[in-house]
């Protein structure tokens, strides 16, 4: 099958990450997944939560927005309360993010990563992972290098990436074109050693066949490694 972009159906799009994109955070990237961009920002604050004070335990949570024109027409901004799938997509990533440290290790400290979507064209919420991985762990390094946290906290490498079916074709990594009129639309977190974090699959159109979620299962496994090469060439790089 050809698609919009000229890709195979394996293939996932170009990416690129940015290490140190903002300067005052402990952590920055944006990241780039063919023409959808993410601002990610770490902040690492020496608290935690107030109900998980005395565990002995940090704490990781995420933030998540889209910029009014982000997307082909303006949406207003989320100044009344979030909505449904803002609130869904911070969870996401703040759970995929939580599995990807070892908590333990951060003593009591809590990392917020903020996501801002700058331009949407599919897969922002899995962009959102993958660059807010990178965050984190840039704040996470500055803090060892500071000798505040031991190196053991960066425990999982992990990513994420969308995969789907288009008139019966599974597809890794969806653009908006794409994605709009998948009959199956899949969002994968997965850490480097293949355990899965999160698999969130939705029959949007069709319904789908075991065969073809083990199909969007191997698509998935192999684009977030090319995904977590990519992160650790940019943390090397910072």
């Known amino acids: 099958m050809q698609r919009i972009d000229g890709r195979q159906p394996h293939q996932i799009r170009p990416v690129k990450i940015t290490p140190h994109f903002v300067d ?20 690492l604050e020496e608290t935690v939560p107030r109900w998980m004070k005395d565990t002995g335990k940090g704490w990781i949570t995420a933030e998540y927005s889209m910029l009014p024109r982000s997307t082909h027409t303006r949406t207003r901004r989320e100044t009344s309360g979030l909505s449904g799938r803002t609130q869904e997509i911070k969870r996401l990533v703040g759970r995929s993010l939580r599995a990807a440290f070892d908590l333990h290790a951060m003593g009591e400290r809590m990392c917020i990563v903020d996501c801002d979507v700058l331009q949407a064209d599919g897969g922002t919420r899995t962009a959102s992972i993958t660059g807010g991985y990178v965050a984190a762990a840039l704040a996470m390094k500055k803090a060892i290098a500071e000798r505040r946290m031991p190196a053991k906290v960066l425990s999982n490498p992990m990513a994420a990436i969308s995969v789907g079916v288009v008139n019966g074709n599974v597809l890794l990594d969806l653009c908006y074109s794409e994605d709009s009129k998948a009959d199956v639309d899949a969002n994968i977190v997965m850490t480097s ?45 910072a």
Do not use: W
């Open 193 to 237: 050693n293949g355990r899965l974090i999160e698999v969130q699959g939705t029959a949007e159109g069709q319904t789908f066949s075991r065969a073809q979620l083990n199909k969007m299962l191997d698509f998935a496994e192999h684009g977030i490694a090319e995904l977590i090469d990519a992160q650790k060439a940019a943390l090397d790089a």
């Open 24 to 43: 005052y955070p402990e952590g920055s990237v944006l990241i780039e997944m063919g023409n959808t961009r993410v601002l990610c920002n770490a902040t």
